[in-house]
Structures are given as structure tokens and as C-alpha cells.
């Protein structure tokens, strides 16, 4: 049993099993239109796949997460790096990020549709940051946890400063910073949604919240499930390739682990 266990999805796939039974079992008990049973929301799930339109919708929302994603990784990861290696600009933008870390991204939603309207940008800049803090923040405990040493001996070798970050602290740094870019996935994908609640033009957030408007629960809970099955194929996803990329830090702590 516990080698089954140990097998790829085995695990998650039990889960998720027994989160829809509790999931019948608490509906059939509680008896109300606002929670249909399990059976009835995964009947909804062939409509919406289905459905031309939908599909349309939920892919638009992906391309804008994948965007504000691709932006935040662009522009907080190097930001992050350099505030690991400077004092100077660590001291600059430490006391800013206290203060906007905080805000909820969401709420910024309002604001952002009078500067932009409710299209595209709008929901891409608040993609962007609500991915951006966490990247910014691991890269920056990446960067400050390389080794003085390993800095020095590239300074030695005639390395300049920029050398120095692409070839020594980025590398070193990188299991941190794929750490933040993994949990940028998931913050990506709450902002998304809460954006497409408010600027309801279409995405999946916007088929969330009309089925909510028009009491077709059953349709409310399919989407949550879509959107929760997406959040994991994504997550899995980016956990197969994070394990190629840092193959050789997993191997240095199960080394380390098992030195002790």
C-alpha cells in the first residue's frame, strides 16, 4: 500500500476522491439550491468543455495569465537578484515593498480599469502584480544566500559585475527563485480570476460570476472545479520542469539528508 502510495498522482488523485465525496456527502446533509451535490456540478463539466465559447474564455484567460506571468518574471526576478547583491537598493526598495505587499492586488482592480478600461491590460497589469512580490522576494533571499566565496573566486577569474550575476548568482540562486515563480503560478491565477469578476467582459472569472448571477450553482461549482484543475495541471507542470532545471540541488539535500 505504501509503494501505491508513492507513485505519481496516487496521492493527489486520493485527495481529490475523497474531498468529492466529503463533498456529496456534506450537500446531501445540508439540503440547499447553493450547494448542489458533487454528481450534479461533474455533470455540467461536458457542456462547459464542450462549448466553443467557453473554451474561448477559459484559453483567454490563460494567455493573459501565461502574459502577466512572463512580464513579472522579466522585470521582479532581476530587480529581486540585484536587491540580494546591493545594499544601496535594498535599502531603496525595501520599505516601498512593506507597504504595497500587503494590498491586496484585486483591490487595485477599480483603479486600474480608469487608467486602462476593462480590457486586456487592465487584467494583465494585475496579473503582473500579483506574480511580481513573490518572485521579487525569493529571487532576493536567493541572491542573498550565495556564498561571498563563490563571488570572490569569480572576481579573481576577471569576471565584471554583470558576469558575476548571470553566471554565478543566477545559477545559484535559481531553486529560490523557480520557489517564487511557483507560488507566482498560483497568485497569477487568483488575480486572474478576481479580475475577470470585475472587468466581466469574458475569461473564465466572467463565466463564474454570470452562472452566479443567473443561480445556476451547479454551473458555479463545474467552473470552480475547472479552475482548481487547471491550477493543478499547471503546478505539475511547472514542478516537472523545476526538477530538470535543478536536478543538482535536489541531488546536494538528499546528499546532505542523508549525512545526517
Same mark, same amino acid.
Given at each position: 500500500m505504501k509503494s501505491l502510495l508513492r507513485l505519481p498522482g496516487v496521492s493527489a488523485l486520493l485527495v481529490c476522491l475523497a #474531498?468529492?465525496?466529503?463533498?456529496?456527502?456534506?450537500?446531501?446533509?445540508?439540503?440547499?439550491a447553493g450547494l448542489p451535490t458533487a454528481g450534479?456540478? +461533474?455533470?455540467? !463539466? &461536458?457542456a462547459i468543455l464542450a462549448d466553443r465559447d467557453?473554451? =474561448?474564455?477559459?484559453?483567454?484567460?490563460?494567455?493573459?495569465?501565461?502574459?502577466?506571468?512572463?512580464?513579472? #518574471?522579466?522585470?521582479a526576478a532581476p530587480i529581486?537578484?540585484?536587491?540580494?547583491?546591493?545594499a544601496l537598493l535594498e535599502s531603496l526598495l525595501n520599505p516601498l515593498l512593506m507597504v504595497v505587499y500587503p494590498i491586496p492586488k484585486a483591490a487595485l482592480m477599480p483603479l486600474i480599469m480608469l487608467w486602462l478600461g476593462v480590457g486586456d491590460a487592465s487584467k494583465i497589469l494585475?496579473?503582473?502584480?500579483?506574480?511580481?512580490? &513573490? #518572485? =521579487?522576494?525569493?529571487?532576493?533571499?536567493?541572491?542573498?544566500?550565495?556564498?561571498?566565496?563563490? !563571488?570572490?573566486?569569480?572576481a579573481a @577569474?576577471?569576471?565584471?559585475?554583470?558576469?558575476? @550575476?548571470?553566471?554565478?548568482? !543566477? &545559477?545559484?540562486?535559481?531553486? /529560490?527563485v523557480?520557489?517564487?515563480?511557483?507560488?507566482?503560478?498560483?497568485?497569477?491565477?487568483?488575480?486572474?480570476?478576481?479580475?475577470? @469578476?470585475?472587468?466581466?467582459?469574458?475569461?473564465?472569472?466572467?463565466? #463564474?460570476?454570470?452562472?452566479?448571477?443567473?443561480?445556476?450553482? /451547479? !454551473?458555479?461549482?463545474? +467552473?470552480?472545479?475547472?479552475?482548481g484543475a487547471l491550477g493543478i495541471l499547471l503546478d505539475v507542470c511547472f514542478e516537472s520542469a523545476r526538477a530538470r532545471l535543478t536536478h543538482w540541488a535536489d541531488r546536494q539535500s538528499d546528499a546532505a539528508a542523508g549525512s545526517l
Open positions: #474531498l468529492l465525496l466529503a463533498w456529496q456527502a456534506a450537500a446531501l446533509l445540508y439540503d440547499n450534479q456540478a +461533474m455533470r455540467e !463539466l &461536458p467557453s473554451l =474561448l474564455d477559459i484559453l483567454g484567460s490563460l494567455r493573459r495569465m501565461v502574459i502577466g506571468f512572463a512580464l513579472a #518574471l522579466a522585470v529581486g537578484l540585484m536587491m540580494g547583491r546591493s494585475v496579473v503582473f502584480l500579483g506574480v511580481s512580490l &513573490p #518572485l =521579487l522576494y525569493h529571487s532576493y533571499q536567493g541572491a542573498r544566500a550565495v556564498e561571498e566565496k563563490m !563571488l570572490w573566486s569569480a @577569474m576577471g569576471m565584471n559585475g554583470l558576469q558575476r @550575476m548571470v553566471r554565478v548568482v !543566477l &545559477p545559484a540562486a535559481l531553486p /529560490e523557480l520557489t517564487g515563480c511557483r507560488t507566482g503560478i498560483v497568485m497569477g491565477l487568483i488575480t486572474m480570476i478576481t479580475s475577470e @469578476m470585475i472587468a466581466r467582459q469574458d475569461g473564465a472569472g466572467n463565466i #463564474l460570476f454570470n452562472a452566479m448571477d443567473m443561480a445556476q450553482y /451547479e !454551473l458555479v461549482y463545474a +467552473m470552480i472545479v475547472v479552475i
